[in-house]
């Protein structure tokens, strides 16, 4: 994986330009996307282990809006259902191409690993196969708000019986007084991992139009609007969480 530290936001902008998932990010997205999310880690290392309570035999496990693929590469370490296979998607043509090129390197290094492949395209017109295990981390709150229940209702009607959807995101929070609490403590922690106030502002900055956190509360109010019949959050980490629906 890339070692490149992330400096996207650390001169003055004389304007700060809306986020996109292109090449420079790309470059520096393993170190942005650790020192942005608290917990980001044990999140995704856990998904394999989860995924590996819900796969069924000879069923897709989705890993949608893979980036650089970590999600991927966490379900095929974990998982070891008979006839399983990852497909991994993502819109951004520089991720996927650089995905490819991790997904190689993991596969010369381990031998019996899930087969995977790896989709250019947009999550919301997949024609989904039956599915046990999706994985939707730090992606819906990238979709447009007003797509996002249909996009749930799809992948509803996609997971088999004994599968799962693990919806990781950040959060808001209507109470003003928590939601202040936890984005001042998100802020520390950024600051902790080294990124100054003007990195953080025009970060904040960038990410505001293009991504549109929801409470816990919606996303489960969502997630039964769209056919799931249990919602369970299995982690939080300041703002950021991240839930098991159940079909
Ligand atoms: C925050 S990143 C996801 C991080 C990744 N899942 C991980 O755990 O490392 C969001 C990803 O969703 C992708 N994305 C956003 N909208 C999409 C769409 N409509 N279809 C496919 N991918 C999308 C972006 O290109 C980006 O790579
Ligand atoms: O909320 C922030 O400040 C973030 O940087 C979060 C976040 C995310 O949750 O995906 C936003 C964009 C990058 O993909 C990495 C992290």
Redesign the pocket.
Do not use: E, R
């Given at each position: 994986m890339s070692k490149e530290s992330d400096r996207i936001f650390a001169q003055p902008l004389a304007q700060v330009p809306d986020f996109a998932?292109n090449e420079d990010v790309v470059r520096v997205?393993p170190d942005m996307?650790k020192r942005s999310v608290p917990g980001?880690p044990t999140?995704?290392e856990n998904l394999g282990v989860l995924a590996a309570q819900f796969a069924q035999p000879n069923s897709v496990l989705y890993?949608?809006?893979?980036?650089?693929?970590?999600?991927t590469q966490a379900l095929r370490r974990h998982v070891r259902t008979e006839g399983c296979k990852v497909i991994a998607?993502?819109?951004?043509a520089a991720?996927v191409e650089r995905c490819r090129e991790y997904l190689n390197g993991q596969n010369s290094m381990f031998q019996e690993l899930l087969p995977v492949e790896v989709i250019e395209?947009?999550?919301?017109a997949l024609e989904f196969e039956p599915a046990s295990v999706v994985?939707?981390?730090?992606?819906l709150?990238?979709?447009a708000p007003e797509e996002r229940l249909a996009l749930l209702g799809r992948i509803r009607q996609a997971l088999l019986p004994g599968g799962a959807l693990i919806l990781?995101e950040k959060l808001r929070f209507s109470d003003p007084e928590e939601h202040g609490l936890l984005t001042d403590l998100h802020v520390a922690f950024k600051r902790a991992n080294g990124y100054s106030d003007l990195e953080i502002a025009q970060k904040r900055s960038a990410i505001e139009n293009v991504m549109k956190p929801d409470s816990l509360e919606e996303h489960r109010e969502r997630l039964l609007a769209a056919g799931f019949s249990k919602v369970v959050p299995w982690f939080q980490c300041l703002n950021f969480a991240s839930l098991i629906a159940l079909p």
């Open positions: 998932f997205f996307i980001y999140i995704v890993d949608l809006g893979s980036s650089l693929g970590a999600v998607v993502d819109n951004s991720m395209g947009d999550i919301l994985a939707l981390n730090f992606t709150q990238f979709i990781s």
